[in-house]
């Protein structure tokens, strides 16, 4: 194998490591805002009030 053919090679496999590593940090910046998303979401949601006692009159 020669020299270029070995330079565009490895340029190619230098090109795939960074595009999987740009791919890989938007998923976990994508997870890691779902998660504070549903964090924020259940915090919300709880109301220790909320069906303590039922209030019926007829």
């Known amino acids: 194998m020669d020299i270029a053919a070995l330079s565009t090679a490895m340029a190619q496999t230098q ?3 960074d ?3 740009a791919i ?3 998923a976990i910046d994508s997870s890691a805002t779902m998660g504070a ?3 924020k ?5 709880v ?4 069906g303590g006692s039922i209030d019926i009159s007829l």
């Open 15 to 17: 090109l795939q490591n």
């Open 19 to 21: 595009i999987g590593t």
């Open 24 to 26: 890989l940090s938007k």
């Open 37 to 39: 998303d549903l964090t």
């Open 41 to 45: 979401m259940m915090e919300q949601s």
């Open 47 to 50: 109301n220790p009030d909320i």
